[in-house]
């Protein structure tokens, strides 16, 4: 065994001189290149394989749980599914109802929706509920409906504005204490009754004739279309003729109405087209001096023009 100093220090590693090196051929040369070259790609393919076979583990565990993630994710969607539709937590509960009108009866319109309690909100309709209100409500004029999650719904309601001031003419005397409230017109038609708080600024004056009866409050009392054709009547004689309508008379037997223009009245009836009666009109005042017109002018009449 040869003797080995520990205490001597190994020098680093260097070539050998040239005159000490063996010569090597070509072919030797090649030779061993070619084996270091194979035992480089034994290597490289070493790793590949275990790169290989790493990849092939990772995407067996990636399936694994994918398929498990896709089992929870389908068993929790179910369970979503059951709890919304199944479970008590999503039937209404409460119903807001908010106004802008006084005139709107809150408690009314709770009654109405009543039968909605107890609902599923996901299978409650908002066309249906404004349906519901539109109906038993005639002075609604739009309706929202807005469902908050997971128990309340919110309805807004806006009743028609009113248009007009009512006073009643009836052939037979009216009850006792019925001129204690003031009653007003919308613009639907529907007839409201309140003590005397809104501002009759800006509103017409509208006097209805033999209607012996008074209305309930909300009922239909004129159609709309009739109070359309007084607007429409109005601003033709203002614009056609310079004529001031200062009061406004409705017939609601005779369907018809008398308009007042300065001292004599213009007689108008529903089912005469309004260009008719301002025609008549037009012609009347083309042969007939105005001022020999003392209480009236017939015009619903076809084919002349009565006036006394």
Known sequence: MPYTNPAMALRAPRRLPKRFARPVSRRTRALVQKRYNRKSARKRERMTRAVRLWLKKLQSYKRCVGVWLAALIALGFVVALAVIFFSPFFHLRQIVVLRR???????????????????????????????????????????????????????????????????????????????????????RGTYVRSAPVLSSGGLLSLTVVDYDALPEPGARLIAPEMLELISKAEQQLQRQFGMAVTQRMLYLHAQEFHLQVGSIQLWFDVKTPLQDHLRRLQTFLENIQLSQVKEYIDLRLSGKVVYK
Not at 112 to 134: I, N, Y
Not at 139 to 144: C, F, G, L, S, T
């Open 101 to 187: 009108d006084p005139r709107l009866d809150v408690e009314q319109v709770q009654q109405l929706l009543k039968p909605f309690f107890g609902r599923h909100m996901l299978l409650l309709s908002a066309q249906e509920v404004r349906d519901t209100v539109e109906r038993h409500i005639l002075d609604a004029e739009h309706v929202d409906v807005t469902k908050q999650m997971p128990d309340t719904m919110k309805v807004r309601v806006d009743l028609a504005p009113i248009v007009a001031k009512l006073t009643f003419v009836s052939a037979t005397p009216l009850p006792a204490g019925s001129g204690a409230q003031a009653a007003y017109i919308t613009s």
